[in-house]
């Protein structure tokens, strides 16, 4: 039987890789996936604990957390497509001039 610490050793070297992918990548296509990279992270480290305590509330948790993170894309992934047909660019430093 793999330890939780294993489990949660592999989680937060998910979360870090999506953390510097989001800081460093500069496409809106690769900031999703490193977002998407950390949100399974916490997935994984949420399963691990509800397997270590013999819970199944964390992994109900786990379920709504997925579900959000498909809407998050289908709707992040809209938002990208109308930006390219207007911009014909998904790179993240030409967009902050839409603030305000």
């Not at 996936?33 to 509330?57: C, I, K």
């Amino acid at each position: 039987m793999i330890p939780t610490s294993d489990y949660l050793l592999l989680s937060g070297l998910l979360f870090t890789l999506g953390i510097v992918g989001v800081l460093i990548r500069r496409t809106a296509v690769l900031v999703f996936l490193s977002v998407e990279l950390m949100l399974n992270a916490a997935n994984l480290a949420m399963v691990a604990f509800a397997r270590a305590w013999g819970q199944l509330q964390a992994q109900s948790a786990v379920f709504i957390v997925m579900t959000l993170a498909a809407a998050e894309v289908a709707i992040g992934l809209a938002i990208l497509i109308a930006i390219f047909r207007k911009r014909v660019s998904t790179e993240v430093d030409p967009l902050s001039e839409m603030k305000g």
